[in-house]
């Protein structure tokens, strides 16, 4: 009867032992996905950064070797680029404006900078680029002048709606004739050019006006440079988007979130109603939500970034929730943090956008949250230096992998993957417009 016993007893201590596991799995399960700690495997990979990329890219040979064609002799007329947004919104349509006046055959005068109350902002374009090196450095590709003939210099340009226009053939049909008539016309160029379209001289001279020519002045530039020095080295250059109106505007809704933060993006939502149930979760998938500090910081360390990297942030004022990021990571540094407090009040809009664009072009690694205008700037700018330690946070896969219930190591694992293919095959690290793919 001994052995029946013992059989007993083994089998009950083997189905209490297998309830507990059953039931610490299930524990484990139920904790929230965020605070699922890292696997040992997971901790321990290396960093995104030791990856061998597979392509780069580069400036074109048909830009950077030189002027494509020589400037016609004749102008056809005066162009003004009415410039507006952010810093880098108006940075972009003015290197649109450029390709366009070399397009047209047009003598460019230094664009103007909206002044907006929204962004504290009344600099021009003088304030933020060195205007006498612009001119040197267009020279050969556009004609570029600091002032009007006199029969013109009182007068106000014919203003131009370029809100349709697509390309080559849109402003030599439309635009040209007003240019000849009026000699001197302003527009806004529209978001959706085609620049592939234009013939190679127009597309050299956008591209010398945006990578070589466009140099901050050299106060701005001084103290660009005071404030990367004071950054401990090496660092992370992130680009969050996680403030009230990017909340708002892309008419997402998050849970979670303190009080504050609710009120502030409900304060900035206006007519932009947040989408709800499945319109919501497809919304989402789609990518469409900015990455909240707490998601960023999930994403960073599915990536094999250590907790004690240096973070610049690169962002405007405002940013919501914070703490989800510094909690993780506590070295993180702001312009307000770095700057004197004196400095960072004469400031505008502009000149703090520049700070952050100089920073993020010169940073050791640079990573964004957003595909806007300054991300993009940044890439191309980096893969205009060789500078190829850049990566964009994927939303669309964060949001698809979390809605499909992953969660701890299976999320951070599923996330490297999607990141690691991205930097490996170099995806979205520069503008195809000035550069081109070079296999490794």
């Keep these: 009867m001994i052995a029946p016993t013992v059989g007993k007893t083994l089998l009950i201590t083997t189905f209490i032992f297998s309830s507990l596991f059953l039931a610490l799995i299930l524990f484990s399960s139920s904790v929230p996905l965020f605070q699922t700690p890292l696997n040992s495997a997971v901790s321990e990979r290396a960093e995104i950064w030791s990856l061998r990329r597979l392509f780069e890219w580069r400036p074109c040979n048909w830009w950077i070797q030189g002027r494509p064609a020589a400037l016609p002799a004749k102008s056809n007329g005066y162009i003004r680029v009415d410039c507006y947004g952010g810093l880098n919104q108006m940075r972009r349509d003015f290197c649109d ?7 047209l055959n047009a003598t460019l005068v230094l664009p103007k900078f909206e002044a907006a109350a929204y962004w504290n902002e009344s600099s021009g374009f003088e304030d933020v680029f060195d205007v006498d090196y612009f001119i040197q450095q267009m020279n050969g590709f556009v004609h570029v002048v600091k002032e009007l003939p006199a029969e013109l210099a009182s007068k106000e340009p014919v203003k131009v709606d370029c809100s349709k226009r697509k ?5 030599v049909e439309k635009v040209l004739p007003l240019l000849l008539e009026h000699h001197y016309i ?25 990578y070589n020519a466009l140099r901050l002045t050299d106060k701005l530039e001084k103290k660009s440079s005071e404030l990367l020095q004071a950054i401990p080295k090496p660092f992370l250059s992130l680009h969050l988007r996680f403030e009230p109106d990017m909340v708002a505007y892309s008419q997402c809704e998050y849970s979670g979130l303190s009080a504050a933060s609710i009120q502030a993006i409900e304060a900035a939502r206006g007519d932009r109603k947040p989408w709800t149930g499945e319109q919501a979760r497809l919304w989402r998938n789609r ?23 240096n973070i610049y942030l690169a962002a405007g004022d405002g940013l919501l929730e914070l703490e989800g990021l510094t909690s993780v990571y506590a070295n993180v540094f702001t312009k307000s943090t770095l700057l004197s407090s004196e400095d960072f009040k004469t400031m505008h809009g502009n000149t703090k956008a520049a700070l952050d664009y100089y920073v993020s072009i010169n940073s050791d690694s640079y990573m964004a949250t957003y595909f806007g205008n300054m991300d993009k700037m940044v890439a191309a700018m980096r893969a205009f230096k060789g500078l190829y330690k850049t990566l964009f946070l994927s939303r669309r896969g964060f ?8 969660n701890g190591s299976s999320l951070m694992e599923a996330l490297w993957k999607i990141h690691k293919d991205d930097f490996v095959m170099g995806v979205g690290s520069a503008l195809p417009d000035c550069f081109c793919e070079f296999k490794l």
Aim: charged share 15%; aromatic share 8%; glycine share 8%.
């Design 287 to 309: 990518g469409k939500c900015p990455l909240t500090p707490n998601e960023t910081a999930i994403i960073l360390q599915a990536l094999s970034i250590p907790t004690n990297t």
């Design 167 to 171: 390309g080559l053939f849109d402003y």
């Design 399 to 406: 949001a698809v992998l979390t809605s499909q219930g992953l």
């Design 97 to 103: 404006g450029v390709g366009i006046a070399r397009l």
């Design 186 to 210: 302003s527009f806004t160029p529209a978001m959706s050019q085609r620049r592939d379209r234009y013939p190679l001289y127009a597309k050299a001279a956008l591209c010398q006006a945006c």
